[in-house]
């Protein structure tokens, strides 16, 4: 009898000692993490390392600063998406879900979640962010595709009406959707699928009108490369970035974009290649996924590019400053 009792104590033991590893996991698991939408902003460290290559020029652009971000604040990194506030600053989305405010050249910036439902990264997948003339933020995420939209041009992001959902999208790869969103003067929007290609090598793209009306469009791609980025250079031009990221091979590109026959109801955008460089270019490359235009009162218009590290050791933060240097004309129908 005695022999029975230990062995129901030590049943009793392991019994509990599951238990308690059973609270231990779903706690980990279920509780938000630390990037979630319960913390706020905070102030961050940032570094930037000089790099080689100011002042070179590749097709109508010079760069005039490169530079390597750092910081240890442990959620920097992962920078998918970047626009311009009228003050100089940049906003840029992380496909972890957070947003980094911060001045080029500047020591600190600010970080913060994006306000959005869900904690795992299928929910969380921001790789784009635009400014509409109304004053909204709109933010495009993929695996799940939508669009939100948030109060204000910049931080914090208050979410302001229900998220934009297209059935065109279902049939988007969930990690080759909605990398690309542009804004367009009247608030039309341009959101282009990184990998919907048709067989002339087009993209797949939505113009979403203010009304909400949407039609299928294809704009002319890069030849193995996909599109990461996109901005409205002007009423009826898109600049897009594009970017090669292989095991074997990194390079990156930007195309202009017309957007007037697809404006005056056609189906395709036809596009030409402006500057291209690789490793062994001219400009640092890592893996470009992120664009944004700022126009100045007087002297040329000014076009950042930033890298997503993917919170790799083995890549880079970079941040590329460009100055246009003669006029983008526009493209002819092919």
Sequence with gaps: MRRVAISQ???????????????????????????????????????AAPLAGAG????PFRLTSAAVLTSPETSFGGLSGLAALPDGRLLAVTDAGDWLLFRPGAPSGEM?????????????????????????TLVSLEQQHR??????????????????????TMGWPPNGGGESLAVLGDGSLIWIAENVVSANGARTALLVA??????RIMIDGVDGFAPTDAVALDETHLLVLHRRFTGAETAAAISIVDLAP?????????????????????WPVDNMEGIALVRRKTGPPIVYLVSDDNFSAAQRTLLLQLEITSALVPVSVR
Excluded: C
Excluded at 152 to 168: I, M, N, Q, S, V
């Design 147 to 168: 669009i939100l939209g948030f109060a204000g041009h910049g931080p914090p992001l208050t979410p302001a009406g229900e998220p934009l959902y297209r059935t065109d």
């Design 112 to 136: 913060g979640s994006i306000s959005m439902p869900g904690d795992v990264k299928s929910d969380r997948d921001a790789e784009a962010i635009g400014f509409t003339p109304d004053g909204r």
């Design 210 to 215: 203010p009304s909400g009306s949407t039609s």
């Design 9 to 47: 104590a030590g049943q009793y033991a392991g019994l509990a000692t599951l238990l308690l590893a059973a609270i231990w996991i779903l706690w980990t698991e279920l509780r938000p993490p630390a990037t979630a939408a319960n913390q706020p902003r905070h102030s961050i460290a940032i570094t």
């Design 262 to 282: 697809v404006l005056a109801g056609g189906s395709a955008a036809p596009g030409r290649v402006l500057a291209r460089w690789g490793r062994d270019g001219k």
């Design 56 to 59: 070179s020029k590749v097709g």
